[in-house]
């Protein structure tokens, strides 16, 4: 035969008050135009992202000015923009 079941109920755990999520991290948003390194206009240049054909574009409006480098899928339009800066001082070595 079964045990009896208990007199009273078991003593429960008091419920505890759920922390509040943590608050979000404000990150800024990143430039997407930029300072051309051959005419020196600010905000010439723009950079289009190829994540099909896994490269990026950077290309100039004033001077028509371009350069294109591989991305990853964690690229972003700033790292094309280094790329091309890194790109150009090698040349002047």
Known sequence: ?????PPHPAMGR?????KP???KKVTGTLE???TCPFCNHEKSCDVKM??????????????LEEF?????????PVDVYSDWIDACEAANQ
């Open 1 to 5: 035969t079964p045990p009896p079941p």
């Open 14 to 18: 008091r419920k505890s008050k759920r």
């Open 21 to 23: 999520p943590p608050k």
């Open 32 to 34: 997407t135009q930029f």
């Open 50 to 63: 190829d994540r099909a054909r896994n490269t990026g574009v950077i290309s100039c409006t004033v001077c």
């Open 68 to 76: 294109q480098t591989p991305i990853t899928y964690l690229s972003e």
